[in-house]
């Protein structure tokens, strides 16, 4: 666990969130300000700091979340849906700890903005 970091502390329960999912390795939750009628995140229970932290020491966590969406969205019945990862400013990332949006519910554009 990372010190001052917003996703390490809502995994370790210390800053309440609503929660999707939970197992030893990683925590789903809805996010604060949904952009679409469903919207949670998936983020590794250890402190990565985005994509570009992944490499052969932590990248089984990864696909271990991959697992758990294509696993909670089969429960929740949602057939379509998309997985978004921000990395770095330019990108959109806000929040410097590894977390893969869950966004479904609504007609959704491409190229994204
Ligand atoms: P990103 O901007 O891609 O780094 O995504 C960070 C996401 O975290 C945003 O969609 C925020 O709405 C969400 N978020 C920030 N704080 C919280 C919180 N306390 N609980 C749930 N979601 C949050
Ligand atoms: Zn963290």
């Given at each position: 666990?990372?010190?001052?970091?917003l996703f390490c502390a809502i995994a370790a329960g210390e800053i309440p969130s609503s929660k999707v999912y939970e197992d030893e390795i990683c925590y789903?939750?809805?996010?604060?300000?949904p952009q679409a009628p469903v919207h949670f995140l998936v983020i590794p229970k250890?402190?990565?700091?985005?994509?570009?932290g992944i490499d052969g020491s932590n990248s089984a966590?990864?696909?271990h979340i991959f697992e758990v969406?294509?696993?909670?969205?089969k429960e929740k019945n949602i057939e379509s849906y998309r997985v978004v990862s921000n990395i770095g400013e330019q990108a959109g990332q806000s929040v410097p700890h590894l977390h893969f949006h869950v966004l479904s519910g609504r007609d959704m554009t491409w190229?994204?903005?």
């Open positions: 666990m990372k010190n001052d970091c789903a939750f809805y996010d604060i300000d250890e402190h990565i700091a985005s994509v570009a966590v990864v696909a969406i294509a696993r909670v969205t190229p994204p903005g």
